[in-house]
């Protein structure tokens, strides 16, 4: 089993930035695919970034590209999400999640976190 917590959400301004984190434990996570959705009020849970094992490679949705940098620590069975220029759009409830393959990390991993709430008021 595999557990997943997220902290670091909040509110901020648009413009600003936040930083995600993804504590796990259980079984080997360090071997396994990570990433993270986010669903807003009214809408479906759609994919946002994930990392391959290693963190050698990394894929993001169009929406956020060039804004969100996803990254891992192994040694500290941790995930981030480094949010820059945040817009209102931006905000939902932010997922964090883990997949022993990368595949289906880009659409329904296995593995969820409980979420955590990122406003960004206007």
């Known amino acids: 089993q595999v557990q997943l917590v997220e902290s670091g959400g909040g509110l901020v301004q648009a413009g600003g930035s936040l930083r995600l984190s993804c504590a796990a434990s259980?079984?080997?996570?360090?071997?396994?695919?990570m990433g993270w959705f986010r669903q807003a009020p009214g809408k479906e849970r759609e994919f946002v970034a994930a990392?391959?094992?290693?963190?050698?490679?990394?894929d993001y949705a169009d929406s956020v590209k060039g804004r969100f940098t996803i990254s891992r620590s192994n040694a500290k069975n941790t995930e981030y999400l480094q949010m820059n220029s945040l817009k209102p759009e931006d905000t939902a409830v932010y997922y964090c999640?883990?997949?022993?393959?990368?595949?289906?990390?880009?659409?329904?991993?296995?593995?969820w976190g409980q979420g955590t709430q990122v406003t960004v008021s206007s």
């Open positions: 990392i391959t094992w290693s963190g050698g490679n990394t």
């Open positions: 259980g079984r080997i996570v360090s071997s396994y695919a």
């Open positions: 999640a883990a997949d022993p393959h990368y595949g289906p990390m880009l659409t329904w991993p296995r593995y």
